[in-house]
């Protein structure tokens, strides 16, 4: 019942012009009356990780232009939870953007999910599959709060990370928005004639 349909956006997207043709060299393109240029290392890290920079070319252009990233330091933090090769490119393929996060900021999402996940080589099944509801990592405190909140109703680790990874905008915004949002199904679901014994079963 408190699923909700959203898609991660990640804080960084902002849209820059795309270069198609395929090639580890990195591409010039004009934007804005101002000629931008990929970040070579960037592209090149990307390269021999074997990922197919013609994907994030397509789709995801703008992180290549991004003059920061940490695509080794990120693909390092996966292998190191137990991800191989063919996953990290995967992942990194999915949600380009991941490689403009911080080693900091991953290090701090990766033991928060790891507090409501079975172990490392579940939280990576779940990035591979999820990967942008992982990666957006500017409402850690939001998150945080709202795992909290729903341990307090009881939801067990298994519903949590489920929700977390399938509706990560439910943990991304304020836990007093999560909980006037329950407070209003509990009272529909009682005034519906429901008992309150079974309200737990119900919101799940």
């Given at each position: ?10 804080i960084?997207?902002q ?6 043709p395929?090639s ?21 890290s990307l390269?021999?990780?074997?990922v ?6 397509k789709?995801k ?27 990290i ?24 999910w ?38 307090r ?5 298994r ?8 509706a ?11 909980q ?6 509990l ?18």
């Amino acid at each position: 019942m408190i699923r909700l349909a959203a898609a991660s956006v990640c804080i960084y997207c902002q849209r820059l012009p795309v270069c198609l043709p395929y090639s580890s060299r990195p591409y010039t393109c004009l934007g804005g009356g101002h000629e931008k240029v990929e970040n070579k290392l960037t592209v090149d890290s990307l390269y021999n990780l074997s990922v197919d920079i013609r994907k994030i070319r397509k789709l995801k252009a703008w992180v290549l232009f991004q003059d920061q990233a940490y695509v080794n330091e990120t693909a390092g933090l996966l292998k190191a939870m137990g991800a191989n090769a063919t996953e990290i490119a995967r992942i990194l393929e999915q949600c380009p953007e991941a490689v403009l996060c911080t080693p900091a900021q991953v290090n701090a999402q990766k033991e928060l999910w790891k507090s409501v996940c079975p172990n490392e080589k579940a939280l990576v099944r779940i990035i591979e599959k999820f990967p942008h509801s992982f990666f957006t990592i500017g409402h850690h405190a939001n998150q945080k709060a709202n795992i909290e909140y729903f341990q307090r109703l009881n939801f067990g680790k298994r519903i949590i990370c489920k929700l977390m990874a399938s509706a990560p905008q439910s943990f991304s915004i304020p836990v007093a928005l999560n909980q006037g949002m329950i407070s209003a199904l509990l009272e529909m679901y009682l005034n519906l004639g429901g008992e309150e014994a079974n309200m737990k079963i119900w919101l799940q």
